[in-house]
DNA sequence: GACATTATGTAGATGGTCGATATATAGTAG
DNA sequence: CTACTATATATCGACCATCTACATAATGTC
């Protein structure tokens, strides 16, 4: 088994939520790191907003761990973009870190007194 | 336009996630902080535990905020134990935690391509 | 007596996020 | 033409919550 399966604890609560975010972005179509902070704020109405400061280590992580891949552009000049998209490992972690996340917020809910619909 | 939200991070949402599983337990009836880490532990299915050097200082923090409140229980020689209550200040809040939390369900599953039932 | 369980507590290490800073280009306002 | 804003990537130190480990103390058990 070479895949690992993300277990959502209370710790690795906002380091797997930061990821999936990313990731599931990742899955609409290739793009660079910029894009993807303004489409995830746009998406979330807001709500969820990347710094620079913590996007590019998380991009540079997830490349070094093959989920994703990058490829600079180079547009004559302009060129300075870096574009990734997700590798098939990454849509596999993808796929279970959705299952985590439904799973988590089902029981979370559950402690919480709340049904889950 | 809106007004200002307080945009919560990823961070502050892992923060307020142990708070909450903490005061709703509370709910359920004053217990000490034992009790109430194997009472999250057994509810969820063993997925959410509680280390030690995570509970008590939380404990000790929402006591000081006056969200909850703790008394020594002084049974002769064996008592040993702080029981701690909710106040109503904490009630209040985890309301206000339970509504922040469905609407980041709601904002999260939308943004990772799930519609929300 | 040694050990496990219940029960609370603190200190140092770890690790992720945030704010600030840096670089570089392009377009626009003054 | 200078200043400023936006696009775009990147790194570093500060901050802070959690984890591991250690410490205490009483009770029950082998």
Chains 1, 2 share one sequence.
Do not use: C
Request: proline residues 3%; without cysteine; glycine residues 14%.
């Amino acid at each position: 088994m070479t895949s690992k399966e993300p277990h959502l604890g209370p710790q690795s609560f906002a380091k797997h939520f930061n990821e999936a975010l990313i990731l599931s972005s990742l899955q609409d179509g290739p793009k660079h790191g910029y894009q993807l902070a303004l489409d995830i704020e746009e998406q979330s109405g807001g709500r969820f907003g990347f710094k620079h400061g913590t996007l590019y280590p998380i991009l540079h992580k997830l490349e070094k761990e093959g989920l994703i891949e990058g490829a600079w552009s180079d547009e004559g000049q302009r060129g300075k973009r870096k574009r990734y998209q997700l590798t098939l490992a990454g849509e596999l972690y993808l796929n279970g870190l959705r299952k985590a996340w439904r799973d988590f917020m089902g029981v979370f809910s559950g402690v919480m007194g709340e049904e889950v619909s």
